[in-house]
């Protein structure tokens, strides 16, 4: 049995509303949303910087979780989905948990945001306020999952830039979704997940490769503010790797 679990992520940041009002109003979007540490060579707002933190806290992750033995004995994996407020000062509070798959995985993910370390903190209307973040945490073991996408790149359509307004993704759900390798060859997908998040709710639907009805309906659903994800599984030497495309829908 492998002793390091492979831990793949997605954020879902929602609409830019408060659910509480006054001096101590929670944001479940902003201007700009906190940064993980570690990002400082790249511009505030820049996507550059954006990319870098998420790869900082998928890095930091995968370092500080522990896959329960617990959770080993019993060939657990899936996806625990967490919830937690990034206060003004950047600290980590009020950690939830939304969705559990047992054998002690969603303690060892409370654990792990407890013991995060500050966040730069999300700015909005020219200070800084909370935010809550809904977090996925994918737990899976090494031996079936690689948790490296580099080198493989989404396309659908032509759908290249991060913001994308509703019109466009449904102009493209008739256009199939391809993943290409470093060198321009097209990959066979395993699996097709798309996921939306908005006003602290994640829906996931997937299907084997194909845009499902489904899929289609989740779309023409979708609000402006909301974090979706087209991801797409592959294998490689008998590894599973995800390949994931971000947007944020800006219209």
């Given at each position: 049995m492998p002793t390091k679990a492979i831990l793949l992520l997605l954020f879902s940041f929602s609409a830019a509303l408060c659910f509480a009002q006054g001096a101590d109003s929670v944001y479940t979007n902003a201007e700009r949303m906190p940064y993980f540490p570690g990002c400082t060579a790249y511009y505030v707002g820049s996507k550059e910087r954006r990319q870098c933190s998420n790869q900082s806290l998928k890095t930091y992750i995968f370092n500080h979780i522990i896959y329960p033995q617990a959770a080993k004995d019993a060939n657990l994996e899936g996806a625990v989905y967490v919830r937690f407020i990034v206060d003004e000062l950047g600290n980590v509070q009020q950690p939830q948990l939304l969705k559990n798959i047992g054998g002690g995985c969603g303690i060892?993910?409370?654990?792990?945001?407890?013991?995060?370390?500050?966040?730069e903190p999300a700015y909005h209307r020219g200070k800084?306020?909370?935010?809550?973040?809904?977090?996925?945490?994918?737990?899976?073991?090494?031996?079936?999952?690689?948790?490296?996408?580099?080198g493989y790149s989404i396309a659908w359509g032509n759908l290249t830039e991060y913001n994308v307004s509703k019109k466009a993704l449904r102009r493209n759900l008739k256009v199939p979704i391809q993943v290409f390798n470093a060198e321009g060859g097209t990959i066979t997908m395993s699996t097709l997940q798309f996921s939306y998040g908005k006003n602290r709710k994640l829906i996931n639907k997937a299907s084997s490769g194909n845009i499902t009805n489904a899929m289609e309906k989740m779309v023409k659903k979708m609000?402006?503010?909301?974090?979706?994800?087209?991801?797409?599984?592959?294998?490689?030497?008998?590894?599973?790797?995800?390949?994931?495309?971000?947007?944020m829908v800006s219209k």
């Open positions: 060892a993910a409370l654990e792990m945001l407890t013991n995060m370390p500050n966040w800084n306020v909370k935010v809550s973040l809904e977090l996925p945490i994918h737990f899976y073991f090494k031996d079936n999952l690689d948790d490296t996408q580099e609000r402006k503010g909301g974090q979706f994800s087209v991801i797409a599984t592959i294998q490689k030497n008998g590894q599973f790797i995800e390949v994931v495309k971000d947007f």
